[in-house]
């Protein structure tokens, strides 16, 4: 069973830096697409950047150039580098994580199997 924790959340100010991290177990976890997204209060929840393997990633239009994420295969984990925060930023954000890879459906939540709990990252102006 996959279990995925994230962490690294917290309060910053407009134009900080944040990274999130979430921890895999349960997962082989190099042949796992690996996602984050985020909801805000009110809103959908959204995608904001996937990683199929080290080399391909994918990201939001409303993060490309700010946000980056990463993978360390060796140690089953997952990171968001989030820089230049805005407060639009502010929103909880969650680990998903797919068996496989489809450059298709990998925006969309319904492609993923698993879910962390999620981090809350407020963003103040």
């Known amino acids: 069973q996959v279990h995925l924790v994230e962490s690294g959340g917290g309060l910053v100010q407009a134009g900080g830096s944040l990274r999130l991290s979430c921890a895999a177990s349960?997962?082989?976890?190099?042949?796992?697409?690996m996602a984050w997204f985020r909801q805000a209060p009110g809103k959908v929840r959204e995608f904001v950047a996937a990683?199929?393997?080290?080399?391909?990633?994918f990201y939001a239009d409303s993060v490309k150039g700010r946000f980056t994420i990463s993978r360390d295969n060796a140690k089953n984990t997952l990171y968001l580098e989030m820089n230049r925060l805005k407060p639009e930023d502010t929103a909880f954000y969650y680990c998903?994580?797919?068996?496989?890879?489809?450059?298709?459906?990998?925006?969309?939540?319904?492609?993923?199997?698993?879910w962390g709990q999620g981090t809350q990252v407020t963003v103040s102006s």
């Open positions: 349960g997962v082989t976890f190099s042949i796992y697409t």
């Open positions: 998903a994580s797919r068996w496989g890879e489809n450059p298709k459906l990998l925006t969309t939540t319904q492609w993923y199997t698993s």
């Open positions: 990683a199929y393997d080290i080399s391909n990633t």
